[in-house]
């Protein structure tokens, strides 16, 4: 399958390139309000390319927010049901001027094509969509059964989808879930995300004055709120990278000390990860742990943003009324979103100093997940990639946090197969964001494959 699969993809690899290109060049920006008929636009997009690619039952699903795609195609008796998963909503482009290329003229430059959400996530959701097309074209059926839901806003938190899977459960019903957002430990080394973090998304605001006041008049006596916002910030983690909150350590669970020692195996190097990826002066965070540990394993606090007062070009000697921070908090497994949402309030109020008032708005929570690499539809995934790839898969970890796995597990009751073909240099959610053209062929064959490998009986395996 895995020779016929590529031959198939490389017969239709130049029409598989234009329609991601095509798909690219909608700017379907979630977050900002003057782009919301792109996203309409590209939620349309995405429904005509599963009808055309024989699919069933699509639907574009009104929501409060951004629209859903649904559809399926439910005709392999005795065959699992797959939940196929990606979003097409993208990330701002900003600061437009660190383009090479515009960000929404797909460009190919050697084996990538640079363009916002190439690797997140719309080259990723292309090629699910793909591996249905092409095989209904080659054989008219598939040798699962199928349902797709893409969402169009995973990047301004996924309240919809979040709702839909929560109230219409029965309509996603399946055995697995498959969800292509994640990347490749490196290049040419095909890899099975089997756990990602949870988080805790808030806002905190501080309140001081009723009103902005001029420095020069109250300034020395009236409270202000970024001072307080600051001593907040500063409670809440210490120096040595260690998060400040009672409790928030009580219940990490550790990896287990074989996965350890495979992570230790990793082509990994901090040297190169630091000049290479962080690009920084030095790396930070928990003592005693590895980087690998620390950004896939331990429960962190990050500031993200800061707005208020006065930020515009020129003077305005303000004393601002009130001062927020987006902070989030990553979690590892046996860490419970609303304990720690919890303890993280109770915390903020302790360091609030006296003349101000603070609040804290959450914004999203995720539990983290982790999977067991025996499970056979991540053992189908295995050999899925490495009949592709011609290279046995690693399992790792990813740092990141993608709600809908967790909720597929909880609402759902299944698996989730987290196989994605990014790399770590695709600059997500930064300038000159590529996908590897070559993952994108190869990650449609991969699909097929672990279809393929689904519909075998396990007693023949």
């Given at each position: 399958?895995?020779?016929?699969a590529?031959?198939l993809?490389?017969?239709?690899?130049?029409a598989?390139?234009?329609?991601l290109?095509?798909?690219?060049?909608?700017?379907?920006?979630?977050?900002?309000p003057?782009?919301?008929v792109?996203?309409?636009?590209a939620?349309?997009?995405v429904?005509e390319q599963?009808?055309?690619?024989?699919?069933?039952?699509?639907e574009?699903?009104?929501?409060?927010?951004?629209?859903?795609?649904?559809a399926?195609?439910?005709h392999?008796?005795?065959a699992?049901t797959?939940?196929?998963?990606?979003?097409?909503?993208v990330q701002?482009?900003?600061?437009?001027d660190e383009w090479?290329t515009?960000?929404f003229?797909p460009?190919?430059r050697g084996?990538?094509?640079?363009?916002?959400?190439?690797?997140?996530?719309?080259?990723?959701?292309?090629l699910?969509l793909k591996a249905a097309?092409?095989?209904m074209?080659?054989t008219?059926?598939l040798?699962v059964?199928?349902?797709f839901?893409?969402e169009?806003?995973?990047e301004?938190?996924g309240?919809?989808?979040d709702?839909f899977?929560?109230r219409?459960?029965?309509?996603?019903?399946?055995?697995v879930?498959l969800?292509?957002?994640t990347?490749?430990?490196?290049p040419?080394l095909?890899s099975?995300?089997?756990?990602l973090?949870?988080?805790?998304?808030?806002?905190?605001?501080?309140r001081?004055?009723?009103?902005?006041?001029?420095?020069g008049?109250?300034?020395?006596a009236?409270?202000?709120?970024?001072?307080a916002?600051?001593?907040?910030?500063?409670?809440?983690?210490?120096?040595?990278?260690?998060v400040?909150?009672?409790?928030f350590?009580d219940d990490?669970?550790?990896p287990?000390?074989?996965?350890?020692?495979?992570?230790?195996?990793?082509?990994?190097?901090?040297?190169?990860y630091?000049?290479?990826?962080?690009?920084?002066?030095a790396l930070?965070?928990?003592?005693g742990?590895?980087?690998l540990?620390?950004?896939?394993?331990?429960?962190?606090?990050?500031?993200?943003?800061m707005?208020?007062?006065?930020?515009?070009a020129?003077?305005k000697?303000?004393?601002?009324?009130?001062?927020?921070?987006?902070?989030?908090m990553?979690?590892?497994?046996?860490?419970?979103?609303?304990?720690?949402?919890d303890?993280?309030?109770?915390?903020v109020?302790e360091?609030?100093p006296?003349?101000?008032?603070?609040?804290?708005?959450?914004?999203s929570?995720?539990?983290?997940v982790?999977?067991?690499?025996?499970?056979?539809f991540?053992?189908?995934?295995?050999?899925a990639?490495?009949?592709v790839?011609?290279k046995?898969?690693?399992?790792?970890?990813?740092?990141?946090?993608?709600?809908?796995?967790?909720?597929m597990?909880?609402q759902?009751?299944v698996p989730?197969?987290?196989?994605?073909?990014?790399?770590?240099?695709?600059?997500?959610?930064a300038?000159?964001?590529?996908f590897?053209?070559?993952?994108?062929?190869?990650?449609i064959a991969s699909?097929?494959?672990?279809w393929e490998n689904?519909?075998?009986?396990e007693?023949?395996?």
């Open positions: 399958m895995s020779s016929q590529l031959a993809v490389e017969k239709e690899k130049a598989c390139l234009e329609d290109k095509a798909f690219l060049r909608i700017p379907s920006v979630s977050t900002l003057e782009h919301r792109d996203v309409e636009r939620a349309d997009w429904a599963l009808r055309a690619a024989g699919m069933e039952h699509i574009k699903i009104a929501t409060a927010g951004h629209p859903l795609v649904y399926d195609w439910l392999a008796p005795g699992p797959v939940l196929c998963y990606a979003h097409y909503d701002p482009p900003d600061p437009l090479q515009p960000p003229e460009t190919v084996e990538n094509i640079y363009a916002r959400g190439a690797a997140d996530d719309k080259g990723q959701l292309l699910q097309q092409l095989l074209k080659s008219g059926k040798p059964n199928v349902r839901i893409f169009g806003e995973e301004v938190g309240e919809a989808i709702d899977v929560r219409h459960a029965e309509r996603l019903q399946c055995d879930g969800v292509s957002d990347a490749f430990f490196a040419e095909p099975l995300d089997i756990g973090r949870g988080m805790v998304y808030t806002e905190v605001e501080v001081g004055a009723a009103s902005d006041l001029h420095s008049l109250y300034g020395g009236a409270p202000n709120p970024f001072e916002l600051a001593r907040i910030i500063a409670g809440l983690k210490r120096a040595d990278g260690v400040d909150i009672p409790g350590y990490v669970q550790a287990a000390p074989e996965e350890k020692q495979s992570w230790e195996r990793l082509p990994f190097s901090e040297q190169d630091l000049k290479n990826e962080v690009k920084a002066a930070t965070g928990e003592s742990y590895s980087v540990e620390r950004t896939w394993a331990r429960p962190t606090l990050e500031v993200h943003g707005p208020g007062g006065f930020t515009g020129g003077a000697t303000v004393i601002p009324a009130r001062a927020s921070a987006k902070i989030s990553r979690l590892v497994p046996n860490q419970d979103p609303g304990k720690i949402r303890a993280f309030e109770r915390r109020k360091l609030t006296p003349a101000f008032s603070s609040q804290v708005k959450v914004l929570l995720a539990e983290a982790v999977l067991d690499p025996r499970n056979r991540v053992q189908a995934a295995a050999r990639l490495s009949a790839f011609d046995e898969p690693v399992f790792v970890r990813s740092g990141g946090s993608i709600p809908i796995v967790a909720l597990g909880k759902l009751h989730v197969v987290m196989m994605g073909f990014g790399l770590p240099d695709d600059g997500l959610h300038p000159n964001e590529k590897s053209l070559p993952n994108y062929y190869r990650g699909v097929m494959r672990f689904l519909a075998i009986p007693r023949n395996l």
